[in-house]
């Protein structure tokens, strides 16, 4: 897709037929994920998007590492964003918004900082 050519794919949650996208960008785009866990990590793209607990464990950072060098990067040289929550409500909706965030913690995540 972001050549310029037209792409069909056909997969477990979607499919496109016959897509292009017009206006390529210059640069590729960058593909970072959020990933909570070991198995998560190895899979991160071009980098990690992470919560300041899954930061500090090495377990994470290690499966990190694993999954690019894996992949034939340079784990040193990719980004590591920190994602962080907020909420600007009374604490009885930033508990309701507790219940529905990924980890349990109150307000809506946005990956905010890079660490590197």
């Keep these: 897709m972001w050549t310029g050519e037209h792409t069909t794919f056909s997969g477990q949650y979607y499919t496109v037929r016959n897509l292009r996208l017009y206006d390529v960008p210059e640069q590729p785009v960058p593909i970072n994920a ?18 300041p607990a899954n ?3 090495p377990d ?34 930033a508990r ?11 307000g809506w995540s946005v990956p905010t900082r890079a660490i590197r």
């Design 60 to 93: 994470l950072h290690d499966a990190f590492r694993e999954g690019a060098l894996s992949a034939g990067q340079d784990p040193g040289t990719m980004p590591i964003l920190l994602e962080d929550f907020v909420v600007i409500r009374d604490e009885a909706e």
């Design 34 to 51: 959020a990933g909570n866990g070991p198995k998560s990590a190895r899979l991160m793209g071009d980098g990690w998007i992470t919560t």
């Design 96 to 106: 309701s918004c507790q219940r529905h965030t990924m980890s349990g913690r109150p």
């Design 55 to 57: 930061l500090a464990n």
